[in-house]
């Protein structure tokens, strides 16, 4: 009896159906990869899971009804002390508001941060929608410094006749500030305001809105 190898025609297969699992393989964690940014942006435009949506321009009008926005704010592996200025507002639907929130780096090195964010009740979600936010961006703060990062949203006149919202008279805004991991980068020009400066700009804001 006579031994023989694969033929040219086997090898040949053996190859093409090698680099076939390859590829699927590569194609399958460049999508999980892919899937996490892409889900993200989803979120941001529908308001999905309770997302916070980015606008572009505020309500051309203002209802004669009024929310209350409660803040709340969370750090997770950072030693970083993270509240906001006021426990809550009182907005009406369509009305821009401005919220800041203070930060303080007590750690010894810079810290690069990044923000998650997204609001209680979810169905209220697509419906809330920021028009400045330091949770757009990464922010890094050096050794013991402290920043006010203002917040400048609004609750979209769709809300009130939402019938999953139901039009419930408060929302929630909810921040996580987490780490950002690798080497932070080289300090910039800070995009929120020094501390004394987003005050004095708080308070002339909030008599402009």
């Known amino acids: 009896m006579s031994l023989t190898g694969p033929t040219d025609k086997q090898r040949k297969g053996a190859r093409r159906t090698a680099l076939i699992s390859a590829t699927v393989a590569l194609g399958m964690v460049g999508a999980a990869f892919a899937a996490v940014p892409l889900y993200k942006r989803f979120c941001q435009a529908t308001g999905y899971d309770g997302t916070v949506r980015q606008a572009s321009a505020k309500p051309t009008k203002v209802l004669d009804r009024t929310l209350l926005i409660r803040f709340d704010t969370n750090v997770r592996g950072l030693d970083w002390d993270f509240k906001a200025d006021q426990l809550s507002q009182t907005v009406k639907v369509g009305q821009t508001g401005l919220a800041f929130f203070h930060v303080t780096n007590r750690s010894d090195k ?27 961006t990464d922010q890094t703060l050096q050794p013991g410094q402290t920043m006010d990062f203002p917040v400048v949203y609004f609750v979209d006149p769709s809300y009130v006749s939402d019938p999953d919202s139901n039009g419930g008279g408060e929302i929630t805004l909810s921040y996580t500030f987490f780490p950002i991991s690798g080497p932070p980068p080289q300090p910039k020009t800070p995009q929120a305001l020094p501390t004394k400066a987003a005050s004095a700009l708080g308070a002339g804001a909030r008599a402009a809105l």
């Not at 810079?110 to 757009?136: D, R, S, W």
């Open 110 to 136: 810079p810290v690069t941060g990044h923000a998650a964010y997204n609001v209680a009740p979810e169905a209220a979600g697509k419906h809330f929608q920021k028009l400045e936010c330091f949770c757009f």
